[in-house]
């Protein structure tokens, strides 16, 4: 709506920088903010750098802004930063929120990441301003930023058998764009919280097999050992944090946990999720040049 000002935290990370091409692409304004100094490939208009430990920068950046659309990266201090952001938003004005938080809080609620995504959730909750939580199921593009396959076409992950659902992050920035829009034009949802999920569930198995159909390569999936796995992590420096969270993620994974599937998506963005084969032909050329890059 005319008149709107809308602030994307996270802006430059793996949802914000979609959030913000959505914007870029039909007009809209939005003030990106980021956190590292070296402004990303991504062209914004109007940015800010900003530290989720500071308050000042954070009220600064909001000053004279309506709408705020939330990514905190997991870490220890994730609620810390998410009262830093309900000050600093509540302070200068802002009525209205889209945070991205994860299935995990209804799925495994007793994973330690679970409990701070809730702990941020019940800060936003409580605030004076209004808004929607968004608890995607796990990103598609988690094969690109987190576990892509080896060069040799190798998925090495302790997942076991394990069913799990996964959203395309371009749908999950669609849906928190459509929503700031419309509550930007005084909409009323039916409920604060949705769980968005993809088209189905699927096993790294399924994975491999979509991977070798749509880019014409023979992927493998290997099974790794979680203890292993964890004991690897620990001898690379990982921090025991992220040790502690990747561990009983997996261990959710391995019991189904995340085989979970709504229908809340579709109602937001008004059209079937994109599934897996679709995220593996859009992508192609990133796997294929992680193939060739490599041999
Ligand atoms: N991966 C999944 O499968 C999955 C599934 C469901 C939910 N989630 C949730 O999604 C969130 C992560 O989203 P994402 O993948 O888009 O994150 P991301 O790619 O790691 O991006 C994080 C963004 O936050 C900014 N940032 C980091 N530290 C900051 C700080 N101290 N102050 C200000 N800005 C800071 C980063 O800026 P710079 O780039 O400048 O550092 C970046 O723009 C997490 O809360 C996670 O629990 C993830």
Redesign the pocket.
């Known amino acids: 709506m005319k008149g709107t000002k809308t602030l994307i ?9 979609h959030v913000m091409k959505l914007y870029h692409e039909s007009g809209e304004y939005a003030r990106a ?4 100094e070296e402004v ?1 490939d991504q062209a914004y208009d109007d940015f800010v ?5 500071e308050v000042d920068g954070l009220l600064e950046a909001a000053d004279g802004f309506n709408q705020v659309f939330v ?4 870490s220890p ?2 609620a810390m ?1 998410a009262r830093h952001i309900v000050q600093a938003c509540e302070a200068s004005g802002v009525c209205h929120y889209v945070v ?5 809080v209804e799925l495994s609620p007793h994973n330690v ?1 679970s409990q701070r ?1 809730q702990a941020m959730e019940t800060l936003f909750e409580n605030s004076n301003m209004n808004g929607i939580i968004l ?5 598609m ?2 094969f690109i ?2 576990f892509p396959p080896t060069p040799e076409c190798k998925i090495i992950q302790p997942m076991g058998s394990g069913k799990v659902n996964y ?1 395309d ?1 371009r749908d999950v920035a669609l849906a928190s764009y459509q929503v700031l829009i419309q509550l930007s034009q005084g909409e009323k949802f039916e409920k604060n919280v949705w769980c968005i999920t993809g088209d189905k569930s699927y096993t790294v198995d399924d994975i491999v097999d979509i991977f070798s159909a749509k880019h014409q390569s023979a992927y493998e999936y290997i099974d790794a050992d979680l203890e292993q796995v964890i004991q690897k992590m620990k001898s690379k420096g990982l921090p025991q944090w992220r040790v502690q969270m990747l561990s009983e993620i997996y261990q959710s994974i391995q019991q189904n946990h995340y085989d979970h599937h709504t229908s809340d998506l579709m109602r937001l963005i008004n059209r079937d999720p994109r599934t897996f084969c679709d995220f593996a032909l859009d992508y192609k050329s990133f796997f294929i040049n992680n193939y060739q890059l490599n041999h």
Do not use: C, E
Request: hydrophobic share 45%; no cysteine.
């Open positions: 935290l996270g802006a430059s990370g793996t949802v914000g920088s903010a980021f956190h590292k990303p750098l900003i530290d989720y430990d990514v905190i990266p997991d201090s994730m930063h991205i938080s994860g299935a995990g990441v995504l608890r995607p199921v796990f990103f593009q988690n930023n987190h959203i992050v």
